[in-house]
């Protein structure tokens, strides 16, 4: 009987945590650079790693039985090239594809900074505030191969019995990491303004036919992880657009007059819906209204507002999850403010470019 209460229970919880209504929040999340002052952006190639990959025509093996078989190795020489290849195609790609920048392509950057030749006064002529220098400054690859014993028991119709017949299953073993980094060169003081690091590594192991040996490249791996940066290259760069979703107050206590209300809300019509909450609000001083018009008042975009009404139920109620609410909406207010600024040019001081001797592109690039 216990057990059939408790089910009961668990029902009853996951019918109303259904019928709940989620609001969602939109709101701007700043980037880690501030690159307000760096939208006018030339873009450098990814300098490719220049340090020792193993390069051998044949995959080692593990063992005694892996050593009998001669696979080819999954990369040539050239993989240093084409990992840095491919990075460059995602960054400018990446970095396009926000909008948030006017650049220089890769082609047009390296023409200019290769010659050295007056290069930040030559980009800044040409109305650029900076240069993206991306490498990749660390690259590993391994790949062996290695047997598995197998075995299985089958009939012997002929001997009327059973016997165990065994079998070696060969894999490949592929493990690779990579880390890129990405410098900001400021072209009016020639100075490195922030630099931000990528790290992953992947291992994976694939059977093969030792026979007719066919299987992913090394390549491929270093294709997921580059691509797997695009995200974070964004969010350090790039101003975002995230969502925060609230579930509405319940109508406790219950008000009849705002039923209505949450059903359009649930309907999505938040308009509605939120000038009968707001009205509720005003004229009953109903905390769930006022909580759900604050909220409903986020997410069509005023948070200004928002923070006002949700300030008025705490002063009134004390409620803590009005608490937490206002608390919540202060904080999207300050990310989405702070995110707003980085689409305007500040007005910073820009100091003269300081004579070290050394080209801060030649250090970069070497």
Known sequence: MRKIILAALAAAALLFSSCQTSVRINYLYPSDVNMSNYR??????????RGYIPSTQWIAGLDVMAGSVHVRSSYSA???SDVSSYATDQLYSTLSNTGYFSLLDPQSTAWIVNSGYRVSERLRDMGYDAVMIPRIEDM????????????????????????????????VRQKASIRYSISIVDTHTDRVIAVRTFIDS????????????????????????????NEGIRRSFVPTSRSYDVTLMDNKPELEAAKDAYKRASDGQYRASLDQFLSLWQGERHVPSGYNAALLTAALGDFDKAIAIAEEVVAYSGNRDARSLYDDLMTLRKRNDEALSQFSVSNETIEEPQDSGISIYDYLLR
């Not at 192991?205 to 580059?226: A, C, K, N, T």
């Open 202 to 229: 992947d291992t994976r192991s694939e059977v093969f036919d030792p026979f007719w040996p066919r299987f992913d490249g090394v390549d491929l791996m270093f294709r997921r992880m580059i691509r797997g940066f």
């Open 40 to 49: 006018h952006l030339a873009v450098m190639p990814v300098v490719q790693y």
């Open 140 to 171: 590993t690859i391994e790949e062996r191969i290695y047997t598995r014993r197998n075995s299985e028991r089958v009939w012997d119709e002929h001997r009327k019995e059973y016997r165990t017949e065994y079998w070696y299953d060969y894999y």
């Open 78 to 80: 050239s993989i240093a």
